[in-house]
């Protein structure tokens, strides 16, 4: 996910949101397409939900070139319209463009931020939001609460011509990933790296490199990569996060994440610069 060329994002709109407005309307944690056939899945204008008697809390996002772009809330008891349908956000991987694929995974934040931010978690009075930022404001104490964002590492660590790749349990079945985990409080990003590599394989890494970072709006993490290289220890698995892990040649790789995500981009970035690429 990134920020598309051409998007201005704002919190407040300037006017009523027009007919061909991007709409990006979940129910629950999956957003309305439209379905014309089984293949097929394309993203809602306004209209299209107005015209399928849909409507919920909107919050708008900012511009994509002259169209507006709103997150809509709908309720969790919307009906399923015909020729419509609600699917995951990685439903939409390949399917629609990469620009609209990120403001949706955009819209999905916002909306979890407006549903879990609605009293103070301090006083517990109801909150407001601020007119000049996206947050919320507390009219009886101030605390202010903005979009939650958790800062998380992957990082894939290198011996030779090898690269550590790992399993979670939660994986599908026969793929490895880098390693990956959230920052703990207090912690740099460097100091998680070591911690988690060395938690849940049992090895120490040196040489800790920035790659490139990602939105993952599953619901609202902030993905930093980064490469490794081995400096000891035998892999030892922390069982209750991995089902396996294992040292592969470059030129014998398991099954690795899709294209999209950015521990694709990693390996296949670290494997060209291995081979000499």
Not at 41 to 64: C, E, K, Q, T
Not at 91 to 104: G, H, N, R
Not at 131 to 156: D, F, H, T
Not at 194 to 211: K, S
């Amino acid at each position: 996910m990134y920020t598309p060329p051409g998007f201005v994002p704002a919190h407040a709109p300037s006017a009523a949101l027009a007919g061909d407005a991007h709409a990006f309307a979940f129910r629950g944690d999956q957003v309305l397409a439209l379905a014309p056939d089984a293949e097929t899945l394309i993203l809602p204008r306004h209209d299209d939900l107005a015209a399928a008697g849909l409507s919920g809390n909107a919050h708008f996002l900012g511009m994509l070139g002259t169209r507006a772009c709103a997150a809509i809330d709908l309720p969790d008891d919307a009906p399923e319209p015909a020729g419509m349908r609600y699917v995951g956000l990685r439903a939409l991987f390949f399917k629609v463009p990469d620009e609209l694929l990120a403001l949706a995974a955009r819209a999905f934040q916002i909306v979890d931020f407006e549903r879990n931010h609605r009293f103070c978690g301090h006083c517990g009075v109801r909150l407001r939001a601020r007119s000049r930022e996206r947050a919320k404001e507390c009219p009886s104490c101030g605390l202010v609460a903005y979009p939650r964002i958790s800062p998380a590492m992957m990082v894939l660590v290198t011996r030779g011509r090898e690269l550590l790749l790992a399993r979670a349990h939660r994986f599908a079945p026969g793929m490895f990933s880098a390693l990956a985990g959230f920052v703990e409080p207090g912690e740099t990003i460097e100091d998680c790296v070591r911690r988690e590599v060395h938690e849940e394989v049992g090895v120490d890494v040196t040489d800790i490199t920035y790659f490139a970072s990602q939105s993952w709006a599953f619901p609202h993490s902030l993905m930093i990569a980064f490469t490794a290289t081995y400096a000891g220890g035998e892999i030892r698995l922390e069982d209750e996060e991995i089902a396996d892990a294992r040292w592969f040649p470059v030129d014998a790789l398991p099954k690795l994440p899709m294209s999209v995500s950015i521990a694709r981009r990693l390996i296949d970035a670290t494997v060209m610069r291995l081979r000499g690429g």
